[in-house]
């Protein structure tokens, strides 16, 4: 097992970059095996990291300028990552880290999912199942007070540590976070090993199968953030049918919710219906199959589940024969389309050729300086503008003049106009800056993050304005 963490720069996990990466392997028993792993990653002149999260973290693009650049810090993520039998697990990370690593991989020409499934790979993430204690099996864990606002269960790494008296000082680093993973996984384990086993056994699609069969298969009790209210984080769902574009996901309805609209809906108003929803196999979701004994009546009022509504919501559902043909009309890949821009097409770009990942092993194997003059043919035109971003970003020095002044135009134009709805551009950068520096509330120890982001800023300005 390698457990792991990211500090960023931003919240955008396909546009932000990567500030700290920290891993600790482990055997099946949690036992630490060898050292520990902390590596920082330097930022390109076409970026801008969200000055609130340096100030979350504590990093600046200042220190991490003796790190790696992103391509030789990714390819060194991805080696720790697909080592033999490996599980990557960690703390939310199936929902960021995973997503943030997927992205680097992807703009650096590695496959950005072949380590989570190849040569015994494997990947998990405790988050549900510490829902899915609190929810089905609380004994023997010390649980954070409730949301003062809304009175949901609290389910942060460092409530959860303060709460079981388990050391997290410097949270916020990726280390510190890594071992106080650890140690909440230890609890699990400890308390609740039959709970932790049948979780393990989830980070495998296939087991994830055994309980969502489609098509209108027996409802499933699923434990994720979606349902999260002040009783705890679990709904009786019913899967539907598989997704017509996500060979991993199925179509699922939350039995809380009226299902009627559902029944006249179209293809297109049918994606809008409340309490319809993807289940992604290959995310470790929590589910688990309703019997007589398990969840017991109890357990489910006590989740606020009223089991004969969501069971008379499910036999309305069967009834509906012409429902599936309209569910299985149903595209999911437009969802993924939000930003025209390379550095976001990941999802809505598709899946790279055969050919042209073979041709990416020519770009591995090249020097840097080589790598734009290769002449290599590709399918897939999103390559040759991920090509000289990919040698800008991590090597600008081998640019002949001419290249630079095409990578520095790109640069100003990125900070100044950055794609989507990216808010951290030159204007907001400063401003924020200013406007902390300036606060009475701002602590010297945040000043001091501020006074070395104007300071890189300042440096950058010099580099791509000049």
């Not at 697909?82 to 690593?101: K, Q």
């Not at 199942?129 to 609190?134: F, G, I, K, P, S």
């Not at 679990?234 to 598989?242: D, E, F, K, Q």
């Amino acid at each position: 097992m390698l457990w792991y963490d990211l500090e960023t720069f931003g919240l955008n996990t396909r546009y932000d970059r990567i500030a700290q990466f920290a891993a600790q392997r482990t055997d099946m028993e949690l036992n630490p095996i060898g050292d520990s792993i902390v590596l920082y990653g330097k930022v390109s002149d076409d970026y801008l990291p969200d000055p609130l999260a340096c100030l979350l973290t504590g990093i600046t693009p200042s220190d991490t300028e003796k790190g790696l650049c992103e391509y030789e810090l990714i390819q060194r993520i991805n080696k720790e990552f697909s080592v033999a039998n490996t599980t990557v697990c960690g703390f939310n990370n199936i929902n960021f880290d995973d997503e943030m690593i997927r992205s680097a991989l992807y703009r650096n020409f590695f496959d950005p999912y072949e380590r989570e499934w190849k040569n015994g790979c494997s990947r998990w993430d405790i988050i549900d199942l510490v829902r899915a204690a609190h929810d089905l099996r609380p004994e023997g864990i010390l649980w954070p007070p409730k949301n003062p606002e809304n009175g949901n269960p609290v389910f942060r790494l460092t409530e959860l540590t303060k709460a079981n008296n388990i050391e997290q000082k410097g949270a916020h680093d990726a280390m510190v976070d890594v071992n106080a993973t650890i140690a909440i996984a230890r609890l699990l384990k400890n308390k609740q090993p039959k709970l932790y086993d049948y979780y393990f056994k989830l980070r495998k699609k296939e087991a994830v199968k055994q309980v969502v069969r489609t098509p209108f298969g027996e409802p499933v009790l699923y434990t994720a953030s979606r349902f999260t209210n002040p009783n705890g984080c679990s709904a009786m769902i019913v899967p539907l049918t598989p997704a017509k574009d996500m060979s991993n996901s199925f179509l699922c309805f939350d039995l809380s919710k009226d299902p009627t609209s559902l029944f006249t809906a179209t293809s297109e108003q049918i994606k809008a219906t409340d309490g319809l929803f993807l289940l992604a196999t290959n995310r470790c979701p929590f589910v688990t199959a309703i019997s007589p004994v398990f969840p017991d009546e109890g357990m489910l009022t006590k989740l606020g589940i009223n089991k004969t509504s969501c069971m008379a919501r499910y036999n309305l559902i069967k009834e509906q024969n012409s429902l599936i043909l309209t569910l299985r009309e149903i595209s999911s890949k437009e969802d993924y389309k939000d930003v025209d821009d390379t550095d976001f097409e990941i999802y809505s770009g598709g899946f790279f050729s055969d050919f042209d990942k073979n041709q990416f092993i020519l770009i591995h194997q090249a020097q840097p300086g080589e790598r734009l003059s290769l002449n290599i043919k590709f399918q897939d035109k999103r390559v040759f503008e991920m090509l000289f971003r990919h040698i800008g970003r991590n090597y600008p020095e081998v640019l002949t003049e001419e290249q630079q002044r095409q990578w520095k135009s790109f640069c100003a134009n990125r900070i100044l106009n950055p794609p989507g709805n990216i808010m951290i551009n030159w204007d907001f950068f400063n401003r924020k800056i200013m406007e902390r520096m300036e606060s009475n509330e701002t602590e010297p120890k945040q000043k001091l993050i501020l006074s070395k982001l104007k300071d890189y800023k300042d440096k950058l300005a010099l580099r791509i304005f000049s």
